[in-house]
């Protein structure tokens, strides 16, 4: 049974640092790209970072480069996400996927905020 299980989220003030953890199951984890997603209320999902099976180049939102980064631990089937310098628009549900077989975590809620 895949699952995709987040953390990480919670309220953080601006110019703050947070990092997510997806932890994954089901799947031969070290073999798959992986991405995290966010949503803000009343917008679309959004792609924020992806990174392929071996950790190589990364891919980041033109709104995220140089603040967020994603990595992984293939021995713990874990990905990251890194998120510095966090800004009120940052606020959002962030999820992680694997989009080879289409599924998703439940997502943890990220609150930027004085």
């Known amino acids: 049974q895949v699952q995709l299980v987040e953390s990480g989220g919670g309220l953080v003030q601006p110019g703050g640092s947070l990092t997510l953890s997806c932890t994954a199951s089901g799947f031969i984890f070290s073999v798959e790209s992986m991405r995290w997603y966010r949503q803000a209320p009343g917008k679309e999902r959004e792609l924020v970072a992806s990174?392929?099976?071996?950790?190589?180049?990364?891919n980041y939102a033109d709104s995220v480069k140089g603040r967020f980064t994603i990595s992984r631990d293939n021995a713990k089937n874990t990905v990251y996400l890194q998120m510095n310098s966090l800004k009120p628009e940052d606020t959002a549900h962030y999820y992680c996927?694997?989009?080879?077989?289409?599924?998703w975590g439940q997502g943890t809620q990220v609150f930027v905020s004085s």
């Open positions: 990174i392929n099976s071996f950790g190589g180049t990364p």
């Open positions: 996927n694997w989009p080879r077989g289409n599924r």
